[in-house]
């Protein structure tokens, strides 16, 4: 329970991206603000590590960082500032079913149908907090949110399938990532978008959340628990964003209906029924391929697996 607890607190602050970005940051910097939440806190973790990549891991590194950084976060904070906070995490929570999808291709690991059932109802639960017929639905804020959610979910199932270095820990990874798709987006942001015309004190705290509690630790704890749970275990927790989210709406003087009420106890329900197993116990399913995480089997074999 300790491994859930500590990976849940990286979607629950990522919950938080949505009203920084819209309450303390100067609009029309997506890019920038995915620059300055994601370098400088690579190249902390770098300086704290003093580990670089080898090998194969240059390469693995550049594709989870692009993949997880560099094309999340600047969409992310495009569907921010487009979309009402609820709204745009809503459409990070369709992750779990996304990830249960490359999981099958990727993985071979099919989902239990009691954590697939969950991840439906979850998303259903979110979606009645959030979307409603006062929800503004803007076309290229909708397509930046899914395509940020696809991002991630497809860095998520390869985090798991090839694994880490051996003696390389999660802050490592974590920097690895963080600088790449901050290198990535380094020269974008300079010639596409620029720097902002001002940063008052509001904006400057906002980035030093988005880099840290939000960024740098959120992301270590992701990827370590990413490491410790199996993949069905650990994509329902990204459920916690939108929920984060609507309460931190609450707080700022909005109010929720019944539909939302019942909607948010569905969600949270959903999120903690998919810890667990099925009540007739753990399945066994057939894991074909390459390696999987550090656990993998060789191609060519065949064995049977817990799925929890």
Not at 6 to 29: I, K, M, Q, R, S
Not at 119 to 145: I, S, Y
Request: aromatic share 6%; net charge positive.
């Amino acid at each position: 329970m300790a491994t859930i607890a500590l990976t849940a607190f990286a979607p629950a602050a990522w919950g938080t991206t949505y009203a920084v970005t819209t309450e303390l940051l100067p609009p029309g910097h997506p890019l920038f603000a995915a620059l300055i939440r994601a370098l400088p806190a690579g190249l902390l973790a770098l300086a704290i590590t003093r580990v670089l990549p080898r090998g194969a891991w240059w390469w693995k590194a550049g594709v989870l960082g692009a993949l997880n950084i560099g094309t999340l976060f600047p969409l992310l904070f495009v569907a921010a500032e487009r979309l009402p906070g609820g709204v745009a995490a809503t459409l990070g929570a369709t992750q779990p079913l996304l990830v249960a999808g490359l999981a099958v291709a990727v993985l071979h690991v099919r989902p239990t149908l009691w954590r697939l059932t969950w991840g439906v109802l979850g998303v259903a639960g979110v979606g009645l907090v959030v979307l409603g017929p006062e929800a503004r639905l803007d076309a290229v804020g909708v397509l930046a949110g899914l395509g940020g959610t696809t991002a991630m979910a497809c860095g998520t199932v390869l985090t798991k399938r090839w694994g880490r270095p051996a003696g390389v820990g999660s802050l490592t990874l974590a920097g690895w990532q963080l600088a790449a798709g901050g290198l990535l987006l380094l020269p974008l942001t300079l010639t596409v978008e620029g720097l902002p015309p001002r940063i008052d004190t509001g904006a400057a705290a906002g980035y030093l959340w988005l880099g840290s509690l939000d960024g740098l630790i959120a992301y270590t704890l992701w990827l370590r628990g990413i490491g410790k749970l199996p993949v069905g275990a650990a994509a329902p927790l990204v459920l916690l964003s939108p929920l984060v989210a609507a309460v931190i709406g609450l707080a700022l003087g909005e109010s929720l209906s019944l539909p939302q009420s019942l909607g948010f106890v569905l969600a949270l329900a959903a999120l903690l029924a998919a810890q667990f197993e099925s009540p007739r116990g753990p399945s066994r399913v057939l894991v074909r391929g390459g390696p999987v995480g550090d656990g993998g089997v060789r191609e060519g074999r065949v064995r049977e697996e817990r799925v929890r």
